[in-house]
Nanobody
Framework: QVQLVESGGGLVQPGGSLRLSCAAS?????????MNWYRQAPGKQRDLVAS??????TSYADSVKGRFTISRPNVNTVYLQMNSLKLEDTAVYYC??????????WGQGTQVTVSS
């Protein structure tokens, strides 16, 4: 059974930092070709925030460039380091794993709230 377990969300003041973590299990890791972070704010669509491909290439939404960093410390884990957080970063953050099966898998989401 595939599971993506996210952690690291919480309440932080503007300008603060958080690191989100996503650990995958039950997936044939050689079939993973990308791991992504999305976010969804209340009343808005779910948007891609950051992506890391199997070869290590990364990409970011314009709104987070220079503040967020996606990394993959091992085959089944992806991080999202978020610095200089802004009020508009408040959202539920979701981890997604894309495989060549082809199948996409999603985590349950973790709440990030930026508030003073």
């Amino acid at each position: 059974q595939v599971q993506l377990v996210e952690s690291g969300g919480g309440l932080v003041q503007p300008g603060g930092s958080l690191r989100l973590s996503c650990a995958a299990s039950g997936i044939i890791f050689s079939r993973i070709y990308a791991m992504n972070w999305y976010r969804q704010a209340p009343g808005k669509q779910r948007d891609l925030v950051a992506s890391i491909a199997i070869a290590g290439r990364t990409s970011y939404a314009d709104s987070v460039k220079g503040r967020f960093t996606i990394s993959r410390p091992n085959v089944n884990t992806v991080y999202l380091q978020m610095n200089s957080l802004k009020l508009e970063d408040t959202a539920v953050y979701y981890c997604q794993v894309r495989t060549t099966a082809p199948s996409d898998y999603w985590g349950q989401g973790t709440q990030v709230t930026v508030s003073s």
